[in-house]
């Protein structure tokens, strides 16, 4: 055995050093992708003030246009008024407008296909910067778990497998959690903001050519740009740690949960309470609220459901939830057999968390019959953490 033990000691740090030789080269990448998309978003709005412009003079040219043609309409018919030198002008105006109408009309269309080129480049750097940061989370994650103490190895190797698996899957869905709070952030409140500050930009320009009709409708499209940016900001805080529970209790945030959850993936949601809500430790009413999500993630990922229940029943020592859907089921004992070995860590993880409050869980589900998945928490338990 410490012969297996110094073999895998010497295999664990040989995986450590090519992982962190791989770990700083997809560092290097990911730089010089963000670089890359830095010189393109500058590149792009560069492209988008210059379209605006562009726009602005093409549509002052066509005014121009229209007018040095009823000019010249005018003076062709009037010959006792205006001479052959005054048509001649007013034609080569004219023609003259004509001609630096075409060309910017057609520096308009190149500057509005090399934006479209800009903005499909960027999503491309984007999602190479992405798939990056996942690679380099995953390595981490395996850093981490490797390069602690090696004299534990051994324990390891003996200690069941899916807890194994389990444990690196709890470090990297820390690691996805911060990925996707940080991509909501950039993908919501942040492109709200450049493009308020874009707006207020054109909004200054119009205050300038005095286009104060303009410039009111403008401050009311960014009113409504602020507050649709405010209430995005509100759903990430309120998906870090709802503060309803808190302040309210777990029964009006899981019926909160509910709502969002039919407004957001038109699943059909029923809410149902019997029983007296007692209130719990905060701990405790995270814990459940967590578990419930997981349900509910799970169901909208895997399921194919149209129509959820979430059943919520107070007894005086327990608390039965009950969250069934009508989707697709699975062989419920097989499918948490395989869960370690095929990497679905959702229905592991809730049996983890349940075991943390000292409750039970139980899945009945059959291919083609929906799922139902119940779960009983001690409410002594609760009462005497609370003491």
């Given at each position: 055995m410490d012969h297996l033990a110094v073999d895998i000691n010497r295999v664990i740090k040989n995986a450590i050093s090519v992982m962190e030789d791989s770990k700083y080269q997809i560092f290097e990448i990911c730089e010089s992708a963000r670089i890359e998309l830095e010189t393109l978003e500058q590149e792009l709005e560069n492209i988008l003030q210059e379209t605006m412009k562009t726009?602005?003079?093409?549509?002052?040219?066509?005014?121009?246009?229209?007018?040095?043609?009823?000019?010249?309409?005018?003076?062709?018919?009037?010959?006792?008024?205006?001479?052959?030198?005054?048509?001649?002008?007013?034609?080569?105006?004219?023609?003259?407008?004509?001609?630096?109408?075409?060309?910017?009309?057609?520096?308009?269309?190149y500057l509005k296909a090399r934006?479209?080129?800009?903005?499909?480049?960027?999503?491309?750097?984007?999602?190479?910067?992405?798939?990056?940061?996942?690679?380099?989370?995953?390595?981490?994650?395996?850093?981490?778990?490797?390069?602690?103490?090696?004299?534990?190895?051994?324990?390891?190797?003996?200690?069941?497998?899916?807890?194994?698996?389990?444990?690196?899957?709890?470090?990297?869905?820390?690691?996805?959690?911060?990925?996707?709070?940080a991509r909501e952030i950039h993908d919501g409140p942040a492109q709200s903001l450049a493009n308020i500050v874009l707006r207020t930009e054109i909004a200054e320009r119009m205050l300038i050519k005095q286009e104060f009709m303009m410039v009111q409708e403008e401050l009311i499209d960014l009113k409504g740009q602020v507050r649709s940016g405010l209430e995005e900001i509100r759903k990430?805080?309120?998906?870090?740690?709802?503060?309803?529970?808190?302040?309210?209790?777990?029964?009006p945030t899981l019926r909160k949960f509910a709502q969002d959850f039919e407004e957001k993936t038109k699943i059909h949601t029923v809410f149902e309470l019997s029983g007296k809500e007692h209130r719990m430790p905060s701990a405790m009413?995270?814990?459940?609220?967590?578990?419930?999500?997981?349900?509910?993630?799970?169901?909208?990922?895997?399921?194919?459901?149209?129509?959820?229940?979430?059943?919520?029943?107070?007894?005086?020592?327990?608390?039965?939830?009950?969250?069934?859907?009508?989707?697709?089921?699975?062989?419920?004992?097989?499918?948490?057999?395989?869960?370690?070995?095929?990497?679905h860590f959702g229905l592991v993880g809730m049996r983890e968390r349940i075991e943390l409050i000292e409750g039970r869980m139980e899945i009945d589900s059959k291919p083609g019959q929906g799922t139902k998945i119940m779960m009983h928490i001690p409410l002594t338990t609760a009462e005497s953490r609370k003491e």
């Open positions: 726009i602005d003079k093409v549509d002052s040219l066509e005014q121009d246009y229209r007018r040095a043609r009823i000019r010249l309409t005018e003076v062709s018919r009037d010959f006792v008024r205006y001479k052959e030198e005054d048509i001649k002008s007013a034609y080569e105006k004219a023609t003259q407008i004509q001609l630096d109408l075409m060309v910017y009309r057609e520096k308009e269309s934006r479209d080129d800009l903005q499909k480049r960027i999503r491309n750097v984007e999602n190479s910067i992405e798939r990056a940061e996942t690679i380099s989370s995953q390595i981490n994650v395996v850093l981490e778990y490797l390069s602690g103490d090696l004299n534990q190895v051994t324990r390891i190797v003996e200690s069941a497998k899916t807890r194994q698996l389990l444990g690196l899957k709890i470090i990297l869905a820390q690691e996805e959690e911060r990925k996707r709070i990430i805080i309120f998906n870090l740690r709802p503060m309803a529970l808190d302040d309210l209790g777990l029964v009413e995270a814990a459940i609220y967590r578990l419930v999500q997981e349900a509910f993630t799970n169901a909208y990922k895997h399921s194919s459901a149209s129509h959820m229940i979430l059943d919520i029943n107070y007894q005086p020592i327990h608390i039965a939830l009950t969250i069934q859907d009508n989707g697709v089921g699975f062989h419920s004992e097989k499918m948490e057999q395989d869960a370690g070995r095929n990497g």
